[in-house]
């Protein structure tokens, strides 16, 4: 059982123009091509997707921006309740505006969402987290990650915003993938 607690209901929930506000991440790490673990190896990057208990496919991470947090605290705070790893939040990846089918409210009747995404280099996996009886934990090289995705703009976020998010880091020299 986990000692940490998931955050529930919409009271502190933060709305900007209709919309209700969303963070979320892409939690990532690497590995190597090579099964013998040759650190020279060329390393493959793995990107971590939950279940969602509402349905088929795979999600990322993301949940309501609350009125007491960053943006970027809100972002990891969803990493560790809905799939219980830590990690170091890199870059803000992309806004991306989605249609909610669960979440309409006074505040936001139509549904709407609007979600800031960010990549996250996963340091820890805990063996305890607040949503773990109704969430499972898969590593996914992207290709694989782009086919699971049950919602298009996590797709996008995926392909449009951390892929090319990767590649910029990794052509300037800040990430090293061989």
Known sequence: MSDLVARTGRLQQRYEAGCRLVAGCIPFRYRNSD????????????????????????LFPKGGWENDETVEEAAIREAV?????????????????????????????????????????VTEELDAWPEQSTRTRS???????????????????????????????????EIKLS
């Open 81 to 121: 309740e809905e799939a219980g790893v830590r990690g170091n939040l890199m870059d803000f990846v992309g806004y991306y505006l989605f249609k909610s089918k669960t979440h309409q409210d006074e505040f936001s009747p139509e549904g709407l969402c609007k979600a800031a995404m960010f990549a996250l280099f």
């Open 139 to 173: 590593w996914l090289t992207i290709p694989e990650a782009v086919q699971s995705c049950r919602h298009p703009w996590m797709k996008d976020a995926l392909e449009e915003g951390f892929s090319k998010w990767l590649a910029s880091k990794s052509t300037r020299g």
């Open 35 to 58: 099964v013998t673990g040759d650190d020279d190896s060329e390393k493959v990057v793995e990107v971590l997707m939950i279940n969602s208990p509402s349905g088929p496919g795979l």
